[in-house]
């Protein structure tokens, strides 16, 4: 399968902590998105790194993204009880035009 | 930004109804259109996709008699559930991509619920 994992399942910290959610593919990609929903809302788009960059920054937000491990991580700091949401990776492999394949996702908890 | 939008945002419908979902991009012409499905507490598969003026291309198990995709126009993109059953209830999201884009841009998703 293409579709990649996320690690962890479920995160559950305090207000003021930092989250890390990490991320792993199979395939080569494009580029690698992070998403976040909002239980049942739809999906806002964080970042996108592509292929040939190692890290993003936006706002309290970080994404890494090691190749070679076909991995990413992505850090929110200073955490907030609004962050509180399930969070995705996906990845491309060709142009925009090609399929988005999501990870399973995260959900964090963010205790005010 | 990219709009992406659709229509309903919810629907509930009796078992054995057909139910035709709207996808459309507000402010750019999408050549090409993903409708993804996603169960409570799971991630978004993707159904199919969908180019404009061609038949779809759907995804391994995903059944396309009773998804049906038309993308007839630059800007439109409908997904018709047939014969809905209570199983077929779920969160549907439709994404599009146009010409230079990074990326596709998200609706903001369909609940159907099949009584």
């Known amino acids: 399968s293409q579709q990649g994992e996320e690690d962890p399942q479920a995160l559950s910290i305090q207000e003021g902590e930092n989250a890390t959610m990490n991320c792993s593919y199979k395939t080569s990609i494009n580029n690698l998105q992070w998403y976040r929903q909002n239980s049942g809302r739809g999906l806002v788009h964080l970042i996108l790194i592509r292929s040939n960059e190692r890290e993003k920054h936006s706002g309290r937000l970080r994404v890494t993204l090691d190749t070679s491990k076909k991995s990413s991580s992505l850090l929110i700091t200073a955490s907030r009880a609004a962050d509180t949401a399930s969070y995705f990776c996906?990845?491309?492999?060709?142009?925009?035009?090609?399929?988005?394949?999501f990870g399973p996702g995260t959900s964090l908890s963010v205790i005010p | 930004g990219a709009v992406v939008s659709q229509h309903p945002s919810w629907v509930i419908c009796k078992s054995g109804t057909s139910v035709k979902i709207e996808c459309r991009s507000l402010?750019?012409?999408?050549?090409?259109m993903f409708w993804y499905r996603q169960f409570p507490k799971q991630s978004l598969m993707l159904m199919a996709t969908?180019?404009?003026?061609?038949?779809?291309?759907?995804e391994q198990g995903v059944e396309k008699d009773k998804f049906l995709i038309n993308h007839a126009s630059l800007t439109l993109s409908t997904l018709t559930v047939t014969s809905a059953h209570p199983e077929d209830s779920s969160f549907y999201i439709c994404?599009?991509?146009?010409?230079?884009?990074?990326?596709?841009?998200f609706g903001p998703g369909t609940r159907l619920t099949v009584l």
């Open positions: 996906a990845i491309t492999r060709g142009t925009s035009y090609d399929k988005v394949i």
């Open positions: 969908s180019n404009e003026g061609s038949k779809a291309t759907y």
């Open positions: 402010d750019f012409q999408a050549t090409t």
């Open positions: 994404s599009a991509s146009g010409p230079g884009a990074d990326t596709q841009y």
